[in-house]
């Protein structure tokens, strides 16, 4: 009698103990950690978690279940991103994956999300046809896209007065998306101001003076104002660029926003102007505070571009869950379509039509006095969500 009790018992701690750990909430932050882009994927790791520890006021769990998050680490490599995705949702049985710090990889993710019939939050990665023509219903996007960038772009770009642009971008998705994205943009909110040359460079250069010899000739007779630019990931080129004089040629650069590190060089050139996706000292909001605070406190600088950026993609998926009341994909996508969720920038939404995160961004001025080696920038303008008419591209 007591053997078959003891039995008994044991039986019922073991079903327990199952329910409870088939109760986690499992999800696998796919990023770029081997590579060139490893200061990317750092930071989208450091904010999401940062973002689930500040969320769930560091209990992590949400609805009573505990969350465990799985990282893995695609080395910027399109095959291997996949692969680590399938492995995710069939080995690893996550409810929800985030991913990934190279477009070329999260464009190959894609289908992934779709044959497997599970969410997907693509954050870092940016471009255009991950929310375009390669895009499904299981595609959500925390991160901005190429088109959004170009809109911030624009919108920093005087409104009157003629005005020639030549681009200086990588030769690969991000790139070329961002060009076609800024020429899109300009025509709608700056007709003023015309693309008229476009250079491309392999990812890897570190030779910029053939490139910057064609865009001088292709500017340098123009009338008006005369812009280069600049769309990167990575080693920025400017200092490679300015070295070469534009000024003599009454060309000015226009960098886009990166990464702080990246952004130090910017210090050597006060009054340059730009747009940017996220900087620490331009939100203000609670949870900004927080995350400036805690970050400084904890790795000794302030959040950085790619931070904030993880930090939103955890506030997408603990937001969806609770309304979803659960991990049901379905429930999820019926969640998060039309969903506004709160994230260091502010307020996003997930727009119904190709679940992109509409958002807003900023027109930065590089400062000329700056207290320390972070303090870059001084906020020209915000640049709402809703005075940037970014298209739907995917044909839903």
């Keep these: ?6 039995f008994a018992a044991a039986t019922a701690a073991l079903f327990l103990t199952s329910t409870a750990f088939a109760q986690d909430i499992k999800i696998a932050l796919i990023a770029g950690k081997t590579g060139p882009l490893e200061a990317y994927a750092k930071q989208t790791e450091a904010g999401f978690m940062m973002g689930l520890e500040y969320l769930t006021k560091g209990t992590m769990m949400v609805n009573g279940r505990k969350i465990d998050v799985i990282v893995k680490d695609d080395q910027l490599k399109a095959d291997l991103a996949k692969t680590l995705l399938e492995q995710a949702y069939n080995d690893d049985n996550v409810d929800l994956a985030v991913g990934t710090t190279s ?18 939050i693509v954050e870092p990665a940016v471009a255009d046809a991950i929310t375009g023509d390669k895009w499904n ?30 681009t200086l971008a990588q030769d690969y998705a991000f790139g070329r998306d961002g060009v076609a994205a800024l020429k899109d943009a300009l025509a709608k909110i700056r007709p003023n101001a015309k693309v008229v040359f476009e250079e491309y460079t392999p ?30 990931a990575g080693q920025h080129p400017l200092p490679k660029i300015a070295d070469l004089k534009p000024e003599r040629f009454g060309i000015e650069i226009a960098p886009g926003g990166n990464i702080l590190p990246a952004m130090q060089i910017y210090k050597n050139y006060p009054g340059m102007e730009g747009a940017i996706y996220y900087y620490h000292a331009f939100p203000k909001n609670p949870m900004n505070d927080w995350l400036v605070a805690e970050h400084q406190k904890r790795y000794g600088s302030p959040p950085d571009f790619f931070t904030a950026g993880g930090f939103a993609a955890a506030s997408a998926a603990l937001t969806a869950i609770e ?11 019926a ?19 190709d679940h992109q995160a509409l ?20 906020l020209v303008n915000t640049i709402p969500a809703d005075q940037m008419p970014i298209p739907v591209r995917n044909k839903r």
């Design 137 to 166: 219903r299981y595609i959500f996007r925390t991160s901005r896209n190429s088109t959004q960038d170009a809109y911030g772009a624009a919108a920093a770009i005087p409104s009157e007065g003629e005005v020639s642009i030549a």
């Design 103 to 120: 477009s070329a990889a999260a464009l190959a993710m894609l289908p992934v999300a779709e044959e497997n019939e599970k969410v997907l």
């Design 335 to 353: 969640a998060m379509e039309g969903m506004s969720f709160e994230t260091p920038k502010g307020t996003m939404t997930f727009r119904k039509e």
């Design 359 to 378: 958002q807003p961004m900023y027109h930065f001025k590089v400062k000329g006095d700056g207290k320390d080696a972070n303090d870059l920038l001084d």
């Design 323 to 333: 309304k979803a009341g659960g991990t049901d994909t379905e429930k999820l996508i």
């Design 1 to 6: 009698m007591r053997l078959k009790f003891t």
């Design 203 to 232: 990812q890897n250069a570190t030779d910029f003076t053939a490139s910057a010899q064609r865009i001088f000739d292709a500017l340098k007779d123009k009338p008006g104002k005369k812009i280069i630019n600049i769309i990167w």
